[in-house]
């Protein structure tokens, strides 16, 4: 079965302390993958996808790396904006629809 | 319209009492899913549509759940004999086929 688990579950930070969030995955056949952000009362929304490891993709002060176990989200020089529910799931085989992790909630106080 | 557009955004409803969702996806995006978020959980794949193909329905996790979608737009999330374990947020999503869809606002299903 298809895991995706991500740390921490919650993470504060100060504007423009630079962090990591972490998900590790389990699966029989990565086919991508993605990174979403979700505002409380919203959907997600789509921010990376990544395919094979060494691959990075960036986006303002967000860089998505994913290794052959595991992809990180690194935030730089964060700032309030930013603060929301952050998201990781895998395609996997056959499969046509994603599998997510629990999310790490990101606070950046001011 | 300009995104994927669901309905009502919140439903409370009595335990035992049949619901449905409604799911305006994007024009012309052929691939729809719908997936539920528990609190303080991840999405939980529910079932997806692609065209005309024979839905996947194996992320429903009883038979008192079904969907439908209607002329290849219009989808319909159908809850009967509603439990309170039901209560969660029923996201709908749509894509042009790749998984990176664009995900409606959501319906929180609260059972009392």
């Known amino acids: 079965e298809d895991q995706v688990t991500q740390s921490p579950e919650a993470l504060r930070l100060q504007e423009g302390e630079s962090s990591s969030l972490n998900c590790s995955y389990t699966v029989s056949g990565l086919r991508g993958l993605f990174w979403y952000r979700q505002d409380p009362g919203k959907g997600p929304e789509f921010l990376f996808t990544l395919y094979s490891a060494g691959e990075e993709k960036e986006k303002e002060r967000l860089k998505a790396t994913l290794t052959k176990k595991e992809s990180f989200l690194h935030i730089t020089a964060p700032k309030p904006e930013d603060s929301a529910t952050y998201l990781c799931a895998v395609q996997a085989g056959s499969a046509r629809q994603l599998t997510f992790g629990s999310g790490t909630q990101l606070t950046v106080l001011p | 319209g300009a995104g994927v557009s669901q309905s009502p955004s919140n439903k409370v409803t009595e335990k035992g009492k049949d619901v449905e969702l409604r799911c305006d996806p994007i024009s012309g995006h052929t691939a729809l899913y719908w997936y539920r978020q528990s609190l303080g959980q991840g999405l939980e794949f529910l079932i997806y549509?692609?065209?005309?193909?024979?839905?996947?329905k194996s992320g429903l996790p009883s038979d008192r759940f079904s969907a439908e979608r209607t002329g290849g737009s219009v989808s319909t999330l159908t809850i009967q004999r509603t439990q309170q374990e039901d209560s969660a947020v029923y996201l709908c999503?749509?894509?042009?086929?790749?998984?990176?869809?664009?995900f409606g606002q959501g319906t929180r299903l609260t059972v009392v």
């Open positions: 549509f692609q065209g005309n193909s024979a839905p996947d």
């Open positions: 999503a749509s894509s042009l086929g790749q998984p990176q869809a664009f």
